[in-house]
């Protein structure tokens, strides 16, 4: 059965395309550059050229695939160890890959004589808007008005069309990824090996966790299960406050875990990219349980002495 992923060889995209493979499946990543991909790819996966725009040159292997997995799309955080402030032309960016990614799915599918059985399209709990207050976000909550808000929502609808086709289409709402492979857990434990962990801002912001092997295993689900369709939100049933987190990671390191960060110091900073940790989501995955998908990894402490203590 063949899977082809575009943005595979990303935070998520390489370990799932690893996991596919050892499943059976035949994995192909999408790659503006498949040499240079082909030399980090897991084992039983391989890289094919595409432009991150139309169809052209791989938009055939579409016809008869299993799946299509759709993770493109320009980095939100940037690739440095600190994130990268979000100018006017950054955001465009941000925001136009992720369309024009979404289009050339659209566009292989509907050329596709015999469609794939599923589109596994990705987007973020930043869908609901970075928020402050406790309010539980399920998957029938409404956007954000704010730029996450809309990037996500336009990065789904922009398959949307593949439905009238007769595909089913699965929405990944991924939360904060915890892996020492990237997203905000290096920073985070390298601040609090230093002495310096603590809340970040007042530390009320809800932090909408999932260990990397749940999300895998969740991704997998999706793929896998007929009766997934719509929206999903990928995050642990047990989302904490930030400052919850920083003082769960500390007592893992046996580190203390006061040194707070300032909203202000962080805000003059970082600029408006600041938000990705000063506000957050208490989203939980309500589809998922609905479905009876079980988390291997649902209490922070074990989830992160899991990952720290490796």
Same mark, same amino acid.
């Given at each position: ?16 395309? /690893? ?18 991909? @082909? ?12 432009? @991150? ?26 690739? #440095? ?26 566009? /292989? ?126 995050? /642990? ?42 506000? #957050? ?30």
């Amino acid at each position: 059965m063949r899977v082809i992923i575009t943005g595979g060889s990303g935070l998520l995209g390489k370990p799932l395309a /690893a996991e596919l493979a050892q499943s059976g499946y035949e994995v192909i990543v999408l790659s503006r550059d498949p040499a240079r991909a @082909a030399n980090s790819l897991p084992p039983g996966v391989r890289a094919h050229k595409w432009d @991150a725009r139309t169809a052209a040159d791989w938009g055939h292997l579409a016809d008869g695939a299993h799946a299509i997995i759709n993770f493109a799309g320009e980095s939100i955080a940037g690739s #440095g160890r600190i994130p990268a402030r979000w100018s006017e032309k950054r955001k465009r960016a941000i925001y136009e890959s992720r369309i024009y990614a979404g289009l050339a799915v659209v566009e /292989a599918i509907e050329a596709a004589a015999v469609k794939p059985q599923m589109l596994l399209q990705a987007s973020a709990v930043g869908y609901y808007g970075q928020r402050q207050d406790d309010d539980i976000l399920t998957e029938a909550s409404p956007a954000g008005a704010d730029f996450l808000g809309q990037t996500c929502q336009a990065w789904e609808d922009a398959t949307a069309p593949v439905e009238q086709m007769g595909v089913r289409r699965a929405i990944a709402r991924t939360g904060l990824v915890l892996t020492t492979a990237g997203g905000p857990l290096p920073i985070t434990i390298f601040q609090t090996k230093l002495f310096a962990g603590g809340p970040i801002g007042g530390g009320r912001q809800w932090w909408p966790w999932i260990h990397l092997r749940d999300e895998i295993d969740a991704l997998k689900f999706l793929l896998q299960n007929e009766k997934a369709s719509g929206p999903f939100n990928l995050t /642990a049933p047990n989302p904490v406050p930030q400052k919850a987190f920083a003082r769960t990671l500390g007592r893992v390191m046996n580190r203390p875990s006061l040194l707070p960060a300032p909203e202000i110091a962080l805000r003059l900073a970082l600029g408006e990219i600041a938000t990705l940790v000063l506000d #957050g989501q208490r989203a939980l995955p309500q589809r998922l349980l609905d479905l009876g998908f079980t988390f291997r990894h649902p209490d922070l402490f074990y989830a992160l002495r899991d990952i720290v203590r490796r």
